[in-house]
């Protein structure tokens, strides 16, 4: 159970009401740009009212230069979105929540997980909302996916990963650098999903870990899983797929099979389309955040990164050639 | 808090009664012999029942071959010690809860953190006892550091934990394979001393470890965690000290200097040596677990394994000569 009640249900709430609430979006790069901006114009629950930005804001938003000067200029802003990476984020996310803000975290919530349980503490103690997001599972074939597995007897997971770090991260520097995940960091949405669909708790029992020579994070990961009654996940990710790229998961249980692609858009069971169904991975996302600020809850799972952690932890690494973006 | 309560306090307590209540030890390598045989010794609440050990067990005391054969054989054992590595201990334990006993783990209670977490629900379903142990914090320093603590305002902590390899743990391979933890197995000492006697939780901000290019685990590690206003904790831990042997925690506060030294067996404040308290490590341990019987709770905290986790995920690595034992 990752939710949690901060307050009373109803105080304060935004989610359906006729105007829309104020929002700040701090971090504007590449994922501000293609999701977050364009969710929250499509939001009713949000208006988009600030940014904080030092390397240019949106065109017609006020923008400041930290969130010292957004906190001082713009009291009235009550709910703020963090974009930036992990790891200048921290402080970031304490500072609003210090001063009362309902905050959502892009993923994953934290360079650590101790700081995630540090910020959520925090959260508790002001009454304010913490939601840590993970956009993958608000794709268009997750919720059906966990309805189907609830009562399944699974045998065997298959998560395939593959994709063109040249062509989906060209730029991200800190992705390569100590704290920024690597290959886990597309690999960390296939265990948001794996976490939300299946009906109980794993654990890694091996890892491999490819880093390049010159580099501070993994390229290439092999994870292995075990859960209830021998049931197994294999997990591969890789970022030196070229040609067709591919983000699936394929669920064997007794009575069938389940086959999510498309990073969890598209859904097959037994070979058979499913409707898709939901609002869209960051619609979905924002439409959540205003629902958990009307309800007064908070919803932190660390899972995903704590298996991150994990396979950081107990794998084994190897040197592999060095990658040049 | 780490201590839950998983049935009614006294229900099948041993703690105080006058027979000692019987204990198998699984895993009969250095640290069983070093240490847990002679605390099951000199322990009035248990005696050494039955070992389970496939490389000898003890003189005069039943031994099984698995943890399987222990259960058939001695259903009259309701607890059971688990001295093996972490890596091969979680199925044992596992076996173990389920057939309702109560277990200690040796330190780490785990190769992962979600493996912690998966024993820690099972002995919840179970009503049993699960104790994951660090030795350290039983130091005759610790309870008194922490006291003094307490009100503190603390400036900066120092860790130093450096010793020779070759000296404290040899012919140990499991320690240089994936999973073992390297320098971290005697840092994570540290660290179970440091989250103990600090008055709020700190996280890790930086981390650089260092590999030898023929091994899977870190021969040092160099740490930096952040607390409440402004505090900071470094942590130094190296397997390559020759000559005298240190660890070593020092704390600077606002009024006074406090100093543990000997893994937290010695304590100064200001200069003046303490007076040690306590039944010491290992004896601590044993006492401890029977309190927790008899009281019908648990005590599983993570965060000592949590921290280190955070140091594999976010740490730099630095590759460093081959080391051979």
């Not at 349980?117 to 503490?121: A, I, S």
């Not at 063109?164 to 989906?168: A, M, P």
């Not at 060209?170 to 520097?173: A, H, L, M, N, Y």
């Not at 993994?218 to 899983?225: H, T, V």
């Given at each position: 159970m990752t939710?949690?009640n901060?307050r009373?249900a109803g105080?304060g709430?935004?989610?359906r009401?006729?105007?829309?609430?104020?929002?700040a979006?701090?971090g504007?790069?590449?994922i501000?740009?293609d999701q977050?901006?364009p969710?929250i114009?499509?939001s009713?629950?949000f208006?988009?009212?600030?940014t904080?930005?030092?390397?240019?804001g949106?065109?017609?938003?006020?923008?400041?230069?930290?969130?010292?000067?957004?906190?001082t200029?713009?009291p009235?802003i009550?709910?703020v979105s963090?974009?930036m990476p992990p790891v200048p984020?921290?402080?970031?996310?304490m500072a609003a929540?210090?001063a009362g803000?309902?905050?959502?975290?892009?993923k994953?919530?934290?360079a650590?997980?101790?700081?995630v349980?540090?910020?959520?503490?925090l959260?508790?103690?002001k009454?304010?909302?913490?939601?840590?997001?993970?956009?993958?599972?608000?794709?268009?074939g997750v919720?059906q996916a966990?309805?189907?597995?609830?009562?399944?007897q699974?045998?065997?997971?298959?998560?395939?990963?593959?994709e063109?770090?040249?062509?989906?991260h060209?730029?991200?520097?800190w992705?390569?650098q100590a704290g920024?995940?690597?290959?886990?960091d597309p690999g960390i949405?296939?265990?948001?999903?794996m976490t939300e669909i299946l009906?109980?708790?794993?654990?890694l029992?091996?890892?491999?870990?490819?880093?390049?020579?010159?580099r501070?994070t993994?390229?290439?990961?092999?994870?292995?899983?075990a859960g209830p009654a021998?049931?197994?996940?294999a997990a591969?990710?890789d970022?030196?797929q070229?040609?067709p790229?591919?983000?699936?998961?394929t669920v064997?249980?007794?009575?069938?099979?389940l086959?999510l692609t498309d990073g969890?858009?598209?859904?097959?069971i037994?070979g058979?389309a499913?409707?898709k169904?939901?609002?869209?991975?960051?619609p979905?996302?924002y439409?959540?955040?205003a629902?958990?600020?009307?309800?007064g809850?908070?919803d932190?799972d660390?899972?995903p990164?704590?298996?991150?952690?994990?396979?950081?932890l107990?794998?084994r690494?190897?040197?592999v050639e060095?990658f040049?973006?």
């Open positions: 939710v949690t901060i009373g105080a709430g935004v989610g009401q006729l105007m829309s609430e104020p929002i979006l701090l504007i790069g590449k501000a740009r977050h901006i969710a114009a499509a009713n629950a208006a988009l009212a600030a904080v930005s030092r390397s240019g949106v065109d017609g938003v006020e923008n400041h230069d930290d969130i010292a000067g957004l906190l200029a713009r009235d009550r709910a963090l974009c984020r921290f402080d970031i996310a929540l210090a803000k309902h905050v959502m975290l892009e994953p919530p934290g650590t997980v101790s700081e349980l540090k910020l959520e503490r959260a508790r103690a009454g304010v909302t913490l939601f840590a997001t993970w956009h993958s599972r608000h794709a268009a919720a966990r309805a189907y597995l609830r009562d399944a699974i045998k065997h997971v298959q998560i395939d990963w593959k063109d770090v040249r062509r989906w060209p730029g991200q520097d992705i390569w920024g995940l690597g290959v886990f949405n296939a265990l948001s999903i009906p109980n708790p794993v654990h029992t091996g890892a491999t870990l490819a880093f390049p020579e010159n501070d993994p390229i290439a990961a092999d994870l292995a899983f021998g049931m197994r996940v591969v990710f970022w030196r070229e040609g790229q591919g983000w699936n998961i064997d249980t007794t009575q069938g099979q086959r969890g858009a598209t859904l097959h037994d058979m499913q409707k169904d939901g609002l869209g991975e960051y979905g996302l439409h959540r955040f629902e958990l600020i009307e309800a809850q908070s932190v660390v899972s990164l704590q298996h991150v952690a994990d396979a950081f107990l794998g690494r190897d040197v060095a040049e973006d």
